[in-house]
């Protein structure tokens, strides 16, 4: 059975920085894109960051240069820094695993960030 465990989310204030994390279990994490998606009250979900198989990333314009994700094969888990945070990120975070070239994909269960004063 497939699981996907966010955490590190969190309140902080404007401008601060979070490092999420997601653990997986149950799937071979290694041949998986990964991502990072968010869902704010009242929007669709879109997408923040993946990192393919082979370690390139790709960023949503509204956080490149801010927030940075990687992956570490021998743990399994797939981070996200989110530096110089803005009240515009705050949002549910979910974390997606998929492989290329397949539909079925993976999702946890999310985690809050809030970036507020």
């Known amino acids: 059975q497939v699981q996907l465990v966010e955490s590190g989310g969190g309140l902080v204030q404007p401008g601060g920085s979070l490092r999420l994390s997601c653990t997986t279990s149950?799937?071979?994490?290694?041949?998986?894109?990964m991502g990072w998606y968010r869902q704010a009250p009242g929007t669709q979900r879109e997408l923040v960051a993946v990192?393919?198989?082979?370690?390139?990333?790709n960023y949503a314009d509204s956080v490149k240069g801010r927030f940075a994700i990687s992956r570490d094969n021998a743990k399994n888990t797939v981070y996200l820094q989110m530096n110089s945070l803005k009240p515009e990120d705050t949002a549910v975070y979910y974390c997606?695993?998929?492989?290329?070239?397949?539909?079925?994909?993976?999702w946890g269960q999310g985690t809050q960030v809030t970036a507020s004063s």
């Open positions: 997606n695993a998929k492989r290329i070239g397949e539909v079925r994909e993976y």
């Open positions: 990192i393919t198989p082979g370690s390139t990333t």
């Open positions: 149950g799937m071979m994490f290694s041949i998986y894109r």
